[in-house]
Protein backbone atom coordinates (compact mmCIF):
# COMPACT_ATOMS: atom_id res chain seq x y z
CA UNK A 1 0.00 0.00 0.00
CA UNK A 2 1.35 3.69 -0.68
CA UNK A 3 1.80 5.62 2.04
CA UNK A 4 -0.40 7.83 3.12
CA UNK A 5 0.65 11.68 4.08
CA UNK A 6 -3.07 12.76 4.71
CA UNK A 7 -6.04 11.98 6.97
CA UNK A 8 -9.06 11.19 5.84
CA UNK A 9 -12.97 11.57 7.36
CA UNK A 10 -16.49 11.30 5.84
CA UNK A 11 -19.74 10.94 6.72
CA UNK A 12 -21.76 8.06 5.92
CA UNK A 13 -24.49 9.97 3.69
CA UNK A 14 -25.75 6.49 1.90
CA UNK A 15 -26.91 4.28 4.88
CA UNK A 16 -27.17 7.38 7.58
CA UNK A 17 -29.74 5.64 9.78
CA UNK A 18 -28.82 2.16 10.01
CA UNK A 19 -24.72 3.45 11.49
CA UNK A 20 -26.17 6.20 13.06
CA UNK A 21 -28.43 3.37 15.26
CA UNK A 22 -25.07 1.30 15.25
CA UNK A 23 -23.20 4.31 16.70
CA UNK A 24 -21.29 5.45 13.94
CA UNK A 25 -21.90 8.45 11.36
CA UNK A 26 -17.98 8.99 9.68
CA UNK A 27 -15.13 7.03 9.00
CA UNK A 28 -11.57 8.36 9.68
CA UNK A 29 -8.20 7.28 9.17
CA UNK A 30 -5.35 8.77 10.60
CA UNK A 31 -1.57 8.25 9.54
CA UNK A 32 0.69 7.67 12.44
CA UNK A 33 4.40 7.54 11.82
CA UNK A 34 5.72 5.38 8.76
CA UNK A 35 3.59 2.61 9.02
CA UNK A 36 0.60 2.79 11.19
CA UNK A 37 -2.80 3.78 10.27
CA UNK A 38 -5.60 5.06 13.06
CA UNK A 39 -8.64 4.11 12.01
CA UNK A 40 -11.98 5.34 13.14
CA UNK A 41 -15.29 6.53 13.62
CA UNK A 42 -17.48 5.42 16.32
CA UNK A 43 -19.95 7.49 19.28
CA UNK A 44 -21.81 5.14 21.36
CA UNK A 45 -22.98 7.45 24.34
CA UNK A 46 -23.23 5.86 27.89
CA UNK A 47 -20.74 3.13 26.30
CA UNK A 48 -17.15 3.35 28.80
CA UNK A 49 -15.60 0.15 28.41
CA UNK A 50 -12.07 0.15 26.56
CA UNK A 51 -11.89 -3.42 26.29
CA UNK A 52 -13.10 -4.10 22.81
CA UNK A 53 -11.94 -5.96 20.21
CA UNK A 54 -12.84 -6.58 16.22
CA UNK A 55 -15.34 -8.86 17.60
CA UNK A 56 -16.99 -6.25 19.17
CA UNK A 57 -19.87 -5.62 16.13
CA UNK A 58 -20.01 -1.93 15.92
CA UNK A 59 -16.12 -2.07 15.53
CA UNK A 60 -16.21 -4.87 12.88
CA UNK A 61 -18.91 -2.09 11.02
CA UNK A 62 -16.44 0.06 11.44
CA UNK A 63 -13.32 -1.61 10.21
CA UNK A 64 -15.19 -2.92 7.12
CA UNK A 65 -16.82 0.84 6.69
CA UNK A 66 -13.24 2.26 6.52
CA UNK A 67 -11.86 -0.19 4.26
CA UNK A 68 -15.09 -0.21 1.78
CA UNK A 69 -13.81 3.83 1.61
CA UNK A 70 -10.29 3.92 1.12
CA UNK A 71 -9.29 0.83 -1.89
CA UNK A 72 -5.87 0.34 -0.45
CA UNK A 73 -7.58 -1.34 2.31
CA UNK A 74 -9.64 -3.60 1.05
CA UNK A 75 -7.10 -6.89 1.02
CA UNK A 76 -6.61 -6.22 4.95
CA UNK A 77 -7.65 -8.63 7.10
CA UNK A 78 -7.57 -9.84 11.05
CA UNK A 79 -4.02 -10.36 11.06
CA UNK A 80 -3.15 -7.02 9.86
CA UNK A 81 -4.62 -5.29 12.60
CA UNK A 82 -1.86 -4.59 15.41
CA UNK A 83 -4.28 -4.02 18.04
CA UNK A 84 -7.99 -2.47 18.53
CA UNK A 85 -7.10 0.43 20.71
CA UNK A 86 -10.36 1.99 22.19
CA UNK A 87 -10.50 5.63 23.91
CA UNK A 88 -13.13 6.98 25.99
CA UNK A 89 -15.35 9.05 23.71
CA UNK A 90 -17.79 11.08 26.54
CA UNK A 91 -20.18 13.35 24.19
CA UNK A 92 -22.48 15.80 25.45
CA UNK A 93 -25.57 17.83 24.48
CA UNK A 94 -24.74 20.89 22.88
CA UNK A 95 -21.00 19.18 21.48
CA UNK A 96 -17.60 20.20 22.92
CA UNK A 97 -16.93 22.13 26.19
CA UNK A 98 -14.18 24.96 25.75
CA UNK A 99 -14.64 27.16 28.15
CA UNK A 100 -13.54 28.60 31.60
CA UNK A 101 -16.05 27.73 34.49
CA UNK A 102 -18.49 30.27 35.74
CA UNK A 103 -17.92 29.41 39.40
CA UNK A 104 -14.65 28.34 39.32
CA UNK A 105 -12.45 30.36 37.11
CA UNK A 106 -9.00 28.60 37.45
CA UNK A 107 -11.00 26.08 35.59
CA UNK A 108 -10.97 25.53 32.06
CA UNK A 109 -13.20 22.58 31.20
CA UNK A 110 -12.58 20.97 27.32
CA UNK A 111 -14.79 17.72 26.59
CA UNK A 112 -17.35 16.29 25.01
CA UNK A 113 -15.64 15.24 21.47
CA UNK A 114 -17.65 12.28 21.69
CA UNK A 115 -16.17 9.83 18.33
CA UNK A 116 -13.71 12.56 17.12
CA UNK A 117 -11.84 12.93 20.07
CA UNK A 118 -9.09 11.75 18.11
CA UNK A 119 -9.19 14.40 15.93
CA UNK A 120 -11.12 17.30 17.51
CA UNK A 121 -8.79 16.99 20.13
CA UNK A 122 -5.17 18.60 18.45
CA UNK A 123 -7.27 21.91 17.94
CA UNK A 124 -8.87 22.11 21.07
CA UNK A 125 -5.65 21.53 22.50
CA UNK A 126 -4.11 24.39 20.96
CA UNK A 127 -7.22 26.65 21.75
CA UNK A 128 -6.85 25.14 25.06
CA UNK A 129 -3.11 26.24 25.65
CA UNK A 130 -3.93 30.18 23.91
CA UNK A 131 -6.96 30.37 26.41
CA UNK A 132 -4.79 29.91 29.18
CA UNK A 133 -1.93 31.71 27.48
CA UNK A 134 -3.74 35.01 27.24
CA UNK A 135 -5.05 34.44 30.98
CA UNK A 136 -1.48 34.53 32.32
CA UNK A 137 -0.63 37.47 29.72
CA UNK A 138 -2.99 39.68 31.65
CA UNK A 139 -1.79 42.16 34.32
CA UNK A 140 -3.36 40.84 37.67
CA UNK A 141 -5.49 42.89 40.01
CA UNK A 142 -5.27 42.65 43.59
CA UNK A 143 -7.99 44.10 45.58
CA UNK A 144 -7.52 44.49 49.07
CA UNK A 145 -9.70 45.54 52.14
CA UNK A 146 -8.13 48.98 53.29
Known sequence: MPKLN????????GDIVESQKEGQSFVFILPRGDDKLWLGGMVQPNQWDRNLTLDYPPIRRM?????EFYAPLR????????EVLVG???ARKGNVRLEWDPVCPSLLHNYGHGGSGVTFSWG???????????????????????
Open 6 to 13: HSMCISLI
Open 63 to 67: FEKVK
Open 75 to 82: NYGDEDVE
Open 88 to 90: LRP
Open 124 to 146: CAIEASAMVDRVLKRPQIYLSKL
